[in-house]
């Protein structure tokens, strides 16, 4: 039954072939593109209108220099968002549940927001590494300490999006498990735990938009400390 329970986890294949990059690519199937008139339907104005207010939003605490990621970290936001909800959808696999998944996703952009910083402003971006004031004793071990904080970033990253959504899946399947188990001998538990198996939905539902919102997020405040 253990085994059982993490074999939703696993990255299925069809005749030798990955499903993970069809689970990938579909989400941008689903969102239509803009027309070339002024009148739009509704799907359309709530898509535009909801990326244009998370757009202002994460660009908020940015200067303007950081304001030429927008497209790259919205795109980002949506595709996580995507990913995220889908998965909740019966007989489908959620790829971020994957950590070989978001740490792709969590090394390449943080990096890029290191070198940006050590290429624009190398003074400032390794000052980070030695608070102001330090006592002259301390000075290597923070260096040291503020060092691996620094290259532990991605890996938080990456873990804490995969964490969530791994633990959400399996108590839902926990708890469904229960419930059908339940259902021929208590009837009223089997109802009762049902009923917390939907409000668990929900809370997962919002957890799958938090943490795709937090992932982009603090990549902001990353590259808001190298800009």
Do not use: C
């Not at 898509?47 to 970290?73: D, Y």
């Not at 489908?92 to 952009?109: D, E």
């Amino acid at each position: 039954m253990a085994l059982n329970f993490f074999d939703q986890f696993m990255s299925p294949t069809y005749l030798g072939i990955p499903l993970i990059t069809i689970a990938l690519t579909f989400p941008w199937i689903l969102y239509p593109s803009p027309p070339n008139r002024w009148l739009n339907n509704r799907l359309i104005t709530l898509q535009s209108w909801f990326i244009n207010r998370f757009t202002k939003q994460l660009l908020l605490p940015l200067n303007p220099e950081g304001h030429k990621w927008a497209l790259m970290l919205t795109s980002l936001m949506v595709f996580l968002l995507s990913i995220n909800l889908l998965g909740l959808l019966p007989y489908t696999f959620t790829p971020t549940t994957q950590l070989s998944l978001n740490m792709g996703l969590a090394v390449p952009f943080w990096l890029a927001t290191v070198i940006i910083g050590m290429r624009n402003q190398p003074t400032a971006s390794l000052g980070h590494l030695l608070p102001e004031g330090t006592p002259v004793p301390l000075i290597p071990v923070l260096i040291i300490i503020e060092t691996i904080s620094l290259f532990i970033r991605p890996m938080a990253l990456g873990v804490r999006l995969t964490a969530n959504l791994t633990a959400g899946h399996l108590l839902i399947q926990l708890i469904a498990t229960a419930a059908f188990v339940l259902l021929p001998l208590m009837t009223t538990v089997a109802i009762l735990t049902a009923t917390v198996l939907f409000l668990l939905t929900l809370l997962e539902i919002a957890v799958a938009m938090i943490q795709a919102y937090v992932f982009v997020l603090l990549l902001s405040l990353y590259l808001q400390e190298n800009v």
